[in-house]
């Protein structure tokens, strides 16, 4: 009587955690150094973030959310970044072909947090919202290292110009130190990995 009770609840199981991987969202690990200092401050020790797809459903993506994404460069990776401006805002780049760029309709402009050792919107220009995964809003692990992640633009990176229509609720320009070093070298992105299945690198 037992092993047909176990059948039927991992047959109801299985499709309820599917659905909350899908819809609701999921732990992941952070590696590398992009995002630092707000995602692994400390190399020896590893942050591992919720990631909440919920979040971007309706791809309502915040000026200074951190949000998961698949890279550009290799669809196959997912990649963690800081949205610093969304579609019309006019972002002054840091080492981009074009010296300022206008986010067009649909996109949005990321960057690591340390600049300079970060493959972002500077190195593959802005990105569609379209390959926006999730968003990370909190830090779970390690205890020590609990906490929100408030949605911030470093002062250095707010857009000079905002768009006709800035997302409500956005929260540019508070405080958060950005690592200014304009190096391109040694781009050490940060990456998530998913801790059951699925792998992000940049």
Same mark, same amino acid.
């Given at each position: 009587?037992r $092993?047909?009770? $176990? ?10 955690g599917?659905?909350?991987?899908? @819809? ?18 400390? %190399?020896a020790?590893?942050?591992?973030? $919720? !990631? ?14 951190i949000? =998961?994404?698949? =890279? ?31 986010v +067009?309709?649909? #996109? @949005?402009?990321?960057?690591?947090? #340390?600049?300079?050792?970060? !493959?972002? =919107?500077?190195? $593959? ?11 990370a809003?909190? /830090? ?9 992640? +408030? =949605? ?7 857009? /000079? %110009? ?5 997302? %409500? ?6 405080? #958060?130190? %950005?690592n ?6 040694? @781009? ?5 990995? #998913? ?8």
């Amino acid at each position: 009587m037992r $092993f047909p009770t $176990f059948i039927k609840s991992l047959l109801l199981g299985v499709p309820v955690g599917v659905t909350l991987l899908d @819809c609701v969202g999921y732990v992941a690990r952070v590696e590398g150094i992009s995002m630092q200092p707000a995602l692994n401050p400390d %190399a020896a020790v590893t942050d591992y973030v $919720f !990631l909440s797809r919920w979040a971007v459903r309706n791809m309502d993506v915040q000026r200074g959310d951190i949000i =998961s994404l698949v =890279s550009p460069k290799d669809p196959s990776q997912k990649i963690i970044k800081r949205v610093v401006a969304l579609q019309g805002d006019v972002i002054s780049t840091l080492g981009y072909k074009l010296p300022y760029v206008t986010v +067009p309709e649909g #996109h @949005c402009w990321v960057e690591g947090d #340390h600049t300079g050792n970060s !493959l972002d =919107s500077n190195i $593959f220009g802005p990105v569609s919202l379209g390959l926006v995964t999730a968003r990370a809003t909190q /830090i779970v692990w390690p205890p020590s290292r609990w906490q929100q992640l +408030p =949605s911030t633009v470093p002062k250095t990176r707010i857009p /000079i %110009a905002i768009g006709k229509r800035p997302a %409500a609720g956005s929260n540019v320009g508070q405080s #958060h130190t %950005a690592n200014t070093s304009s190096s391109n070298s040694n @781009c050490n992105a940060s990456s998530l990995m #998913h801790p059951v299945k699925e792998s992000i690198t940049q």
